[in-house]
């Protein structure tokens, strides 16, 4: 049977040098496939490509037979893309938006409109501007599955959605794969990759040899946010990156409480007194925080007692970055 | 989607914008007809808010990320950008019909073809201006260049003036050879700007 998207040798660069090259893969009928990388790995720049924003420098790509250099509004009329904005007119409502976005597909399909927007729990009569991050993403996922398009392009699908939503979503990409469509998710979160049929690992423009969602978390930090209306749970590669994320989420809000990878293990060093006391002092939603990346520490220098200066040496590497 | 939804999405027009546009340029042609330059002063209405309404809301979609998601979509682009101009140029003529009604009542009937070819011209000119630009900047720079450009075109007399339509907003010559010649440029930037959407 002929895939349904077909890639070959695919290439676009921006002029500062960043982008895809020599990318290659086949994805058929009823498949999900996972886009898998971290930030900058060329995710977005593959999915312009997937979806005709931008067209590729090198190599082809088709999509149910029609190559993209030649038959382009063919392959459009078989895609629908969801980027990682939020694209409403926002005085328009909900409806009325899908309507318009609709009708360029030809499209006349209020009944499952419907149907998208109470399995997503959304008002379609209230103003897209009057719409939260995540209300606007679940429009564009419902605009989505409303479609029935052969190739379905997301990507960072999740972004703004609460954990309840990311499980619908999923269970409708798995509806609209059994339908026939085939399902391409670009996305930096392992949660979501560990819901496609295969993961297309991208590194630095290209991709690396086909992994499992294992291997993947093998070298991961598992971190979860706990925030006043939701929870983010987010893998890192490496711990030097904490800071990083903590900043981003404290952007977003005062946490309720972070937790990193296992909080107990078997082993854990013996903390002092003082030690405790160091922690208390700082604000209450870091405490399990810092205490698992002196933990962290204290195990990975064979450290059996935390004291102060274990706390202190922690901290200040910490502020460092 | 009925005229009148893509109408408020294409051309983000609202009842009391109209209505405040429309005031407001009923005052400026009542003063300018005071001393009989109403004519000059609806061609630089028309040119000024005729270029820069549809250059800047096609930049506001690219901001948003509309603008994308009708580029990636199947919808024929020349037709997407000509229904867009289309509106545009109702958009622009709404507020300015008490205006455009002064200038008729005083200058005759057949004033009403250059104000109508010319909103046409302005309109696609801004359309052109608003696909080329990149961004918001680019979209302002755009605009005043364009009508910055038509302006003095349009009120002063040069060799290009018989060419466009508002040289004349005193009776005009109701014979098909004048009426081909002012048709000339609008009909012209209709199709370059359908050439220059087809291949995006």
């Known amino acids: 049977m002929n895939p349904t998207v077909e890639v070959r040798g695919l290439g676009y660069r921006y002029p500062g040098g960043r982008g895809v090259t020599d990318i290659s893969f086949e994805a058929g009928a009823g498949e999900v496939v996972c886009l898998f990388g971290w930030n900058g790995a060329g995710k977005t720049t593959l999915l312009k490509v997937l979806s005709t924003r931008i067209s590729p420098q090198a190599g082809s790509y088709s999509v149910g037979g029609y190559e993209v250099s030649r038959e382009r509004e063919s392959v459009r009329r078989n895609i629908f893309p969801v980027f990682d904005e939020t694209a409403h007119f926002n005085h328009l409502t909900g409806r009325e938006n899908a309507r318009f976005f609709g009708s360029l597909y030809g499209m006349e399909h209020d009944e499952m409109l419907d149907h998208y927007a109470t399995r997503f729990d959304l008002d379609l009569d209230k103003l897209a501007g009057a719409y939260s991050l995540g209300m606007k993403r679940k429009l564009l996922l419902a605009e989505a599955f409303v479609s029935r398009r052969e190739v379905l392009i997301f990507d960072e699908p999740t972004l703004g959605l609460d954990t309840g939503m990311c499980s619908v979503f999923f269970e409708l990409v798995r509806e609209a794969a059994s339908a026939g469509s085939c399902v391409l998710i670009g996305t930096n979160r392992v949660g979501d990759a560990g819901s496609s049929d295969r993961i297309l690992l991208l590194d630095q423009g290209t991709l690396r040899p086909a992994a499992s969602v294992e291997a993947l978390v093998a070298r991961m930090t598992k971190v979860a946010i706990t925030l006043d209306d939701r929870e983010l749970v987010e893998y890192i590669p490496s711990i030097d990156e904490l800071p990083q994320l903590i900043r981003k989420v404290l952007s977003l809000g005062v946490p309720r409480k972070i937790e990193i990878g296992e909080m107990k293990v078997s082993g854990s060093p013996y903390w002092t007194n003082e030690a405790e006391e160091k922690v208390r002092r700082a604000p209450p939603f870091l405490h399990d925080m810092i205490r698992s990346l002196v933990e962290r520490y204290a195990r990975d220098h064979g450290c059996r007692r935390i004291t102060p200066d274990v706390v202190d040496e922690v901290k200040g590497r910490f502020e460092q970055r | ?51 820069t309404g549809p250059t800047i809301r096609l930049a506001t ?77 680019e ?62």
């Open chain 2, 139 to 200: 979209a302002h720079l755009g605009a005043i260049l364009t009508a910055g450009l038509l302006i003095p075109l349009a009120v002063i007399r040069t060799m290009v003036a018989p060419f466009l339509p508002y040289t004349a907003f005193s009776p005009v010559s109701p014979d098909p050879a004048s009426l081909a010649i002012i048709s000339l440029l609008p009909a012209v930037a209709l199709v370059v700007l359908a050439l220059a959407v087809s291949r995006t």
């Open chain 2, 1 to 51: 989607m009925t005229v009148q939804a893509d109408f408020r999405a294409l051309a983000g027009q609202t009842p009391l914008r109209v209505a405040a546009k429309g005031v407001l340029s009923l005052l400026v042609i009542v003063i300018a007809a005071m001393v009989s330059r109403e004519g000059p002063v609806l061609a630089i209405l028309v040119i000024f808010t005729g270029v």
């Open chain 2, 61 to 137: 979609m690219k901001m948003e990320g509309t603008y994308d998601r009708i580029i990636v979509s199947p919808a024929a682009k020349p037709r997407f950008f000509l229904y867009f101009t289309w509106l545009w140029v109702i958009a622009v003529i709404l507020p300015l019909m008490p205006a455009i009604a002064v200038v008729v009542i005083l200058a005759g009937p057949w004033s009403i073809i250059p104000v109508l070819l010319g909103t046409l011209l302005a309109v696609t000119l801004g359309t052109l201006a608003g696909f080329a630009a990149r961004g918001l900047s």
